[in-house]
């Protein structure tokens, strides 16, 4: 994946600050977040957080047995996903690989990851304090209900850390709402008036965009 990560950094402030409708926290399904191998497991949802709250490290998950975890991060609409928003532990509790498995219904457990090809592999910069974001192949997320996290590979080996998880990206339902509307053809092109036609050139040109 050619983009830099740092490079879209500096454009956080700028781009989430406020309410940003890109920032999809407000359609996560925070109350069914949960993950595999953290001290205490209901610390997974404590890293969704609102953009406001993503400096605080008072809350954070960290895994228990290894440098593995695993977060089921489900989402109330379909979404696509345009990038994700990180802010890892620091030093050896640094993770420095993420794979990303879409639309399992349930959590990618540990043994379904090592068979399973996720949609995404990244590798995590080490050394950032703050959040970075991660742009991700928008075509192989263009309609996700779900998301498992699987993050490893820390830099001291024991142990993983994450302060905050966030996603940026827009909704599908709606959009297929209003496609549903505008793809209705006229009985007869030729003869529809202009307003017609116009709405079914604008449906034609949306439902074929990718």
């Not at 940003?20 to 925070?30: A, E, H, P, Q």
């Amino acid at each position: 994946m050619s983009s830099n990560p740092s490079d879209s950094q500096n454009s956080l402030a700028s781009d989430l600050a406020g309410t940003d409708i890109s920032n999809l926290f407000r359609v996560i399904d925070r109350d069914n977040v949960h993950g595999l191998n953290l001290t205490v497991p209901e610390d997974a949802k404590e890293v969704i957080k609102p953009w406001d709250e993503r400096d605080d490290t008072t809350k954070f998950l960290e895994s228990i047995v290894d440098d593995q975890l695993i977060i089921h991060v489900p989402f109330i609409e379909n979404v696509r996903i345009k990038s994700i928003l990180l802010k890892l532990g620091r030093g050896e509790m640094t993770p420095r690989h993420l794979k990303i498995y879409a639309n399992h219904s349930t959590i990618v457990d540990f043994s379904e990851a090592e068979s399973t090809k996720p949609q995404l592999n990244i590798s995590l910069l080490e050394g950032e304090t703050g959040v970075v974001e991660y742009p991700v192949r928008v075509a192989s997320f263009t309609s996700v209900h779900s998301l498992s996290l699987f993050f490893g590979d820390s830099v001291g080996g024991e142990g993983s850390r994450i302060y905050y998880i966030g996603f940026k990206g827009d909704l599908r339902s709606t959009k297929r709402e209003v496609n549903s509307k505008l793809e209705v053809p006229a009985p007869n092109a030729a003869d529809a008036p202009l307003s017609d036609k116009v709405t079914h050139k604008v449906g034609g040109q949306q439902t074929t965009a990718r």
